[in-house]
């Protein structure tokens, strides 16, 4: 899950939290040449540090005084005019910028704006050696400082305040949503499809060809352990060759994007008796409006693959392709037992825990490889509640993200913090498709046995596993991983409902247990009406 904005309240895991938290404020400028004219700027600040009301009204103005052209790492470079009461700008380097404000605070400044020419970085440091500093520390991007300058000339002044956010961040309630009915639904195609397929089978002969081909597709778990040792390595891969990585992953998602949104649609539109006109194309004839949606599919593909980075509206088209890729996945691809389920969820588990716990530990700039890779390589404020660093191992990485998740923005577009970067809440398309696996069994083992408690139960401990999720990153203003919740949840309750039933043995082998009894005896009955019939004239 991606990061949101809440006070920290948990001590648990507190050694994983961040030495440093930056927050976003609005900065707002206007010239005195022309007081009509005004324009507002994101910049950042340490709420830790400094306490910034809360409303324009309540903010505290001060004039500008542009020092850019000065390091400002000793007294000797203040002004002879002095900054006493000023907001001093100046650029980051060579002296540490805590430096800096202890030398703003001793001239009378009331703040300090670093204005940076590459990425934002986080008002941090080591505080403890400057613990008399009072002064309102922030960060700017520079291209907004020479923006302000052109539009409302050298004499400016300007006022920095930090407007409240909801206390209800509705974006959990979307991707709850989104990932609790994308598993159901997925799981429930596969039981489908697993029920059509054993009415289709009417003799032992056909059940046994089923039985022996379904096993030529069963995925061991040896198989399994070796698709996680790929994920692993393909993770690493993708960390320090990001730059050229990040377009192979966008061209296979729009291919295999495409083409589930497409499988989705087809089998809804199927169901559509009206307007089943064909082409004939050699031997086989091709519906018409298979054909269309085909394309509109390709379309929806190549709009997104263009648009990609337009954060206002392209992730509505990331997530219904993204919507349709776990859907498909989920339907598509068919763990034969529970114990293939269990050595799949537990090496993922621990592969999502590693890459998001252990490798801060391990990385330069101490992140997580996970949550940079999954919400971009430069300042974005999807990763760490707007912590703007630098991400992946390569320096030069492009202003590319990842197309692995589901993203839901805060609507800002009429607020005033709509001039900084969309905070945007993410969800792994990982953490849909792993449980889904699971929830797709238990529907196909209902089917085989008569029943709906595993469907029902899993799907339910899903959600439970998602609200836990939630909860604990509401505690801890960090991104969690999701398996991390989901996996004990949807895996003790599959468990529980077997045990109670007492068909543990049955669900854990999977392919050893009978076909349900009602199918059994419909198609006994089918059989016997047969034989009778050519008997009547004798």
């Known amino acids: 899950m991606g990061a949101q904005r809440r006070p920290a309240a948990a001590l648990l895991w507190g050694f994983l939290l961040p030495l440093t938290a930056a927050q976003e404020a609005i900065l707002h400028a206007f010239g005195r040449d022309a007081a009509s004219l005004s324009k507002d700027y994101c910049v950042l600040y340490n709420p830790h540090w400094t306490e910034l009301p809360s409303t324009l009204e309540n903010a505290t103005s001060s004039s500008l005084l542009n020092l850019t052209g000065v390091p400002l790492c000793s007294l000797s470079d203040i002004p002879p005019e002095g900054i006493n009461g000023k907001a001093v700008v100046v650029q980051w380097g060579p002296c540490h910028f805590l430096e800096k404000a202890r030398i703003a605070q001793e001239g009378g400044a009331e ?33 907004d400082f020479k923006d302000m300058k052109q539009a409302l000339g050298s004499d400016v002044t300007v006022a920095v305040y930090s407007p409240l956010w909801p206390e209800f961040d509705y974006t959990m309630a979307v991707i709850f949503v989104i990932a609790v009915s994308t598993v159901a639904l997925g799981g429930y ?24 081909r379904e096993e030529s597709l069963t995925f061991s778990p040896l198989t399994v352990t070796a698709f996680v040792a790929v994920c692993c390595v393909m993770m690493v891969l993708l960390y320090f060759f990001y730059k050229w990585l990040v377009y192979v992953m966008i ?48 379309a929806v593909a190549v709009v997104w693959a263009v648009f990609r980075n337009e954060d206002r509206w392209a992730w509505i088209l990331q997530d219904i392709l993204g919507i349709a890729f776990c859907l498909n996945l989920i339907k598509t691809l068919k763990l034969p037992n529970f114990k293939s389920c269990v050595v799949l969820l537990s090496l993922l588990l621990l592969y999502d825990v590693f890459f998001v716990f252990i490798t801060p530990f391990i990385t330069k700039n101490g992140e997580s490889i996970m949550v940079e890779l999954a919400a971009g390589p430069f300042g974005n404020s999807e990763k760490n509640d707007g912590n703007f660093v630098e991400a992946t191992a390569q320096p030069s990485a492009p ?33 849909i498709i792993v449980p889904g696996l699971l929830i797709a069994y238990c529907r196909r083992f209902d089917v085989q046995t008569g029943s709906s408690m595993y469907y029902i139960s899993s799907t339910v401990a899903y959600a439970v596993g998602m609200v836990l999720t939630f909860v604990v990153l509401v505690l801890m203003k960090k991104g969690q991983p999701a398996l991390l919740y989901l996996v004990p949840c949807t895996l003790a309750a599959a468990c529980i409902v077997a045990c109670a039933r007492k068909e543990m043995r049955k669900f854990w082998q999977g392919g050893s247990y009978q076909v349900m009894s009602h199918l059994d005896y419909s198609t006994n009955e089918e059989t016997a009406a047969a034989s009778d019939e050519p008997s009547a004239p004798q």
């Open 111 to 143: 703040a300090l704006l670093v204005a940076n020419h590459s990425v934002l970085f986080p008002p941090s440091g080591n505080r403890s050696e400057f613990h008399d500093l009072k002064i309102l520390i922030v960060f700017m991007s520079y291209k």
């Open 251 to 298: 061209g296979i998602f729009c291919i295999a994007s495409a083409m589930s949104l497409y499988n989705c649609l087809a089998a809804l539109l199927r169901q559509i008796p009206h307007g089943r006109c064909t082409i004939a194309c050699r031997t086989r004839g091709i519906e018409v409006r298979l054909l269309i949606l085909s394309g509109l599919c390709i």
């Open 189 to 212: 195609w596969s039981g489908r499809i697993e029920l059509e397929a054993l009415k289709a089978v009417t003799s032992p002969e056909d059940r046994e060809r089923k039985k022996r």
């Open 399 to 431: 202003h590319e993200k990842l197309p692995v998740v589901i993203r839901v923005p805060k609507l800002i577009y009429f607020s005033v913090m709509s001039v900084c970067p969309m905070p945007v809440s993410i969800l792994g398309f990982g953490d």
